[in-house]
């Protein structure tokens, strides 16, 4: 079989250091709390997980594909695309689009979107290059964009229908980084 590069020892590291760099900057200033801690936290597992599973298997002695390139990338929308796979995706998006809201400073439709967008586009980019370049396993595709976008904004709609209820409310802006008045 074909020797990998290890998840692991690349993502539990990475995931450490931005943990760190997160709880830093809560206490620089002056808004490091648990429930902060614990947004920052989830956060970081949170997209550990999703690198290990989207980013790797990465190998190290695959023998180079006989196809060309864009045999890596998919460009057409929902032609092909499972049911199962779109559903996948949204689950996998929605806490991510209710941590950025808890996050980002004054978290809009406009501003969750952009960082969902933005993270899911550079994990297919990740995709491709590894695929390419690093014989990955995957395959950069603009359905899992789409869908991991919708998933993103569905998780942000969880949370303002949560912040609607007052004790809930309530309780969520223990867990934001900022007031929602800021």
Known sequence: MFQQVPVLPVVVPLATVALGAMLWHLRLRGRLTVARAAVAL???????????????????????????????????????????????NVAVFVPLGALLALVLARPTWPRVLAAVAGFSLTIELTQLVTAVLLGGGHVADVNDLLFNVLGGLAGFALLLGVQRVPRLGALVEHFRWRPADA
């Open 42 to 88: 989830a956060l970081c597992v949170y997209v550990a997980g999703v690198v290990a599973n989207t980013v790797f298997p990465i190998f190290l002695d695959k023998p180079a594909r006989e196809g060309v390139w864009h045999s890596s990338l998919q460009l057409v929308p929902v032609v092909g695309y499972e049911t199962g796979d779109a559903a996948m």
